[in-house]
């Protein structure tokens, strides 16, 4: 298996997507939106289709879509007088809708589309991996950096905001960060279920851990785990990488879930 | 920034305040807190004063009138610290946050969000854990912990920010006699060594009336303002001011 090329460089995008997915999905999650994730993926599905118009790299113009889909859910939380399921219900059906309309436009609702949408490690390329790579650490520099921030804002965001933290700027970071993640990861998970793999290993180790950054470790290595083990398993069986990752990473929220539980049997 | 001795802790001057499309909350309210104040604010559910909290903090802009913390605009930059501890129902978490990761998030107004903490961070939280007792308990999630505990340890966050002014809204809710006992001794505690000012809102006030400075009833506006012992005997029933 590793002597393919193509192999290789899924399982090394991989890894990165597997740390950076759940370490962006703990804040979403811990601020109850952990669908954030799904309606920015269907604004970066807009994206791609943008890109196929355009003749643009759809990697790039995904990234650039989900990024100000991320701005426009936080402006309409926070600003728009919009709750935050009407926020992302705006930006989801508006993406969606863009999407197909575009797509259609672009005459390619084909094979390489699904690609985007369900994930595939045969797509991964050289410069996917650079991209990925550079993306990812910077995201990952800027959790560690702003981590107190981050925590501090998503526990209690009145109360930072009295302490005269900043947390707009935080959020935002938060929903930029986001939509870089599900832009680097639609080649090896998928639009569709990108946002699985944010949720997933957080509500799996929340069952377990006994801390905050216990929490936050445990979820990045059930991501790690996940998307390695999903694709050794969609490349001996054949299988469709993003929904194997999930499938992964939802036993892992089960087996969590056994064991949190198993105390209370005896 | 140092603290001006004559400057009051908080001035509501004229401060009315709608919620969008609703009706009035509050209209007109005049109030003077000065610095070291223990006030409680106490009233009926829907009368407005975690309201008037909110706009002391700086979380609500009144629709008219002027609100001063330390003689500045709530928020404004290089102000005295204002610390807040909102109803313990809207502080629950669904991760096992422990009691020094909750304290620890309270030094953000000292140190601001950016870097790891440093060894007088570190001291300060430390500090904050023993002063509300809780330093057997400092490595143990909050979900793990009683009602009363849980309220400690966001009191702690709060001391960990070193206020001036400490702002509570319905701390006691959902947490027994005892603790509410235990609390109010605490806050007493507080304004006494540290001289820090206190906002108490309550809609039953039985358990700090004997150590607040200063109560005011709130209902839309307020009805009553002074020494909780001068207070209608009537009046200690709170579903009076319905």
Same mark, same amino acid.
């Given at each position: 298996?590793?002597?393919?090329?193509?192999?290789?460089?899924?399982?090394?995008?991989?890894?990165?997507?597997?740390?950076?997915?759940?370490?962006?999905?703990?804040?979403?999650?811990?601020?109850?939106?952990?669908?954030?994730?799904?309606?920015?993926?269907?604004?970066?599905?807009?994206?791609?289709?943008?890109?196929?118009?355009?003749?643009?790299?759809?990697?790039?113009?995904?990234?650039?879509?989900?990024?100000?889909?991320?701005?426009?859910?936080?402006?309409?939380?926070?600003?728009?007088?919009?709750?935050?399921?009407?926020?992302?219900?705006?930006?989801?059906?508006?993406?969606?809708?863009?999407?197909?309309?575009?797509?259609?436009?672009?005459?390619?609702?084909?094979?390489?589309?699904?690609?985007?949408?369900?994930?595939?490690?045969?797509?991964?390329?050289?410069?996917?991996?650079?991209?990925?790579?550079?993306?990812?650490?910077?995201?990952?520099?800027?959790?560690?950096?702003?981590?107190?921030?981050?925590?501090?804002?998503?526990?209690?965001?009145?109360?930072?905001?009295?302490?005269?933290?900043?947390?707009?700027?935080?959020?935002?970071?938060?929903?930029?960060?986001?939509?870089?993640?599900?832009?680097?990861?639609?080649?090896?998970?998928?639009?569709?279920?990108?946002?699985?793999?944010?949720?997933?290993?957080?509500?799996?180790?929340?069952?377990?851990?006994?801390?905050?950054?216990?929490?936050?470790?445990?979820?990045?290595?059930?991501?790690?785990?996940?998307?390695?083990?999903?694709?050794?398993?969609?490349?001996?069986?054949?299988?469709?990488?993003?929904?194997?990752?999930?499938?992964?990473?939802?036993?892992?929220?089960?087996?969590?879930?056994?064991?949190?539980?198993?105390?209370?049997?005896? | 920034?140092?603290?001006?001795?004559?400057?009051?802790?908080?001035?509501?001057?004229?401060?009315?305040?709608?919620?969008?499309?609703?009706?009035?909350?509050?209209?007109?309210?005049?109030?003077?807190?000065?610095?070291?104040?223990?006030?409680?604010?106490?009233?009926?559910?829907?009368?407005?004063?975690?309201?008037?909290?909110?706009?002391?903090?700086?979380?609500?802009?009144?629709?008219?009138?002027?609100?001063?913390?330390?003689?500045?605009?709530?928020?404004?930059?290089?102000?005295?610290?204002?610390?807040?501890?909102?109803?313990?129902?809207?502080?629950?978490?669904?991760?096992?946050?422990?009691?020094?990761?909750?304290?620890?998030?309270?030094?953000?107004?000292?140190?601001?969000?950016?870097?790891?903490?440093?060894?007088?961070?570190?001291?300060?939280?430390?500090?904050?854990?023993?002063?509300?007792?809780?330093?057997?308990?400092?490595?143990?999630?909050?979900?793990?912990?009683?009602?009363?505990?849980?309220?400690?340890?966001?009191? $702690?966050? +709060?001391?960990?920010?070193?206020?001036? /002014? =400490? &702002?509570?809204?319905?701390?006691?809710? %959902? @947490?027994? $006699?005892? +603790?509410?006992?235990?609390?109010?001794? /605490? =806050? &007493?505690?507080?304004?006494?060594?540290? %001289? @820090?000012?206190?906002?108490?809102?309550?809609?039953?006030?039985?358990?700090?009336?004997?150590?607040?400075?200063?109560?005011?009833?709130?209902?839309?506006?307020?009805?009553?303002?002074?020494?909780?012992?001068?207070?209608?005997?009537?009046?200690?029933?709170?579903?009076?001011?319905?």
């Amino acid at each position: 298996m590793l002597e393919l090329e193509f192999m290789r460089l899924a399982l090394a995008v991989g890894v990165v997507v597997g740390i950076l997915a759940p370490a962006v999905g703990f804040f979403l999650v811990e601020r109850r939106q952990a669908l954030v994730g799904d309606g920015l993926g269907h604004v970066a599905f807009a994206g791609v289709a943008a890109g196929y118009l355009l003749g643009i790299e759809p990697v790039l113009t995904a990234l650039a879509f989900a990024v100000v889909g991320g701005l426009a859910i936080e402006w309409l939380r926070t600003r728009g007088g919009a709750a935050g399921d009407q926020a992302l219900a705006l930006v989801f059906y508006t993406g969606i809708a863009l999407g197909v309309v575009l797509v259609s436009s672009a005459g390619r609702l084909d094979v390489n589309l699904f690609q985007f949408l369900f994930g595939s490690i045969l797509t991964v390329t050289w410069g996917d991996f650079w991209l990925v790579l550079a993306l990812g650490l910077g995201s990952l520099a800027a959790i560690g950096v702003l981590y107190r921030g981050l925590v501090g804002a998503v526990l209690d965001e009145e109360g930072s905001r009295v302490a005269g933290v900043r947390v707009g700027l935080l959020n935002t970071t938060v929903a930029v960060l986001a939509a870089l993640t599900i832009g680097i990861s639609m080649r090896v998970v998928g639009i569709l279920l990108i946002a699985a793999l944010m949720a997933l290993p957080v509500l799996a180790a929340q069952r377990v851990a006994w801390s905050l950054r216990s929490t936050l470790c445990l979820a990045m290595g059930i991501g790690i785990v996940s998307v390695v083990t999903g694709l050794v398993l969609s490349y001996y069986g054949d299988l469709a990488p993003g929904g194997t990752i999930v499938l992964v990473a939802a036993g892992a929220f089960v087996v969590a879930a056994l064991v949190e539980a198993r105390p209370r049997l005896r | 920034m140092p603290l001006t001795p004559s400057v009051p802790a908080l001035e509501l001057d004229g401060v009315s305040f709608a919620y969008r499309g609703g009706p009035p909350a509050l209209e007109d309210v005049t109030l003077t807190v000065e610095q070291g104040a223990f006030l409680g604010i106490a009233g009926p559910n829907g009368g407005g004063k975690t309201t008037l909290l909110r706009l002391a903090l700086g979380l609500e802009r009144p629709v008219s009138g002027t609100v001063r913390v330390f003689g500045l605009a709530p928020g404004a930059r290089g102000a005295p610290r204002v610390a807040y501890v909102a109803q313990r129902a809207q502080l629950a978490s669904g991760t096992p946050v422990t009691v020094r990761e909750t304290v620890e998030t309270g030094r953000l107004a000292v140190r601001g969000v950016v870097g790891p903490l440093r060894a007088a961070d570190r001291r300060a939280v430390g500090q904050a854990i023993d002063r509300v007792g809780l330093q057997d308990r400092a490595g143990a999630p909050l979900r793990t912990l009683s009602g009363g505990m849980q309220q400690r340890a966001f009191i $702690a966050r +709060a001391l960990a920010a070193e206020p001036a /002014l =400490l &702002a509570l809204d319905e701390p006691t809710t %959902g @947490v027994d $006699a005892t +603790a509410q006992e235990s609390l109010a001794e /605490l =806050l &007493a505690e507080l304004r006494e060594e540290l %001289g @820090v000012t206190i906002l108490y809102v309550s809609h039953e006030f039985g358990a700090v009336e004997h150590v607040v400075s200063r109560l005011v009833l709130v209902r839309g506006r307020i009805v009553f303002d002074g020494d909780p012992a001068t207070l209608p005997a009537m009046w200690h029933d709170p579903s009076h001011a319905h």
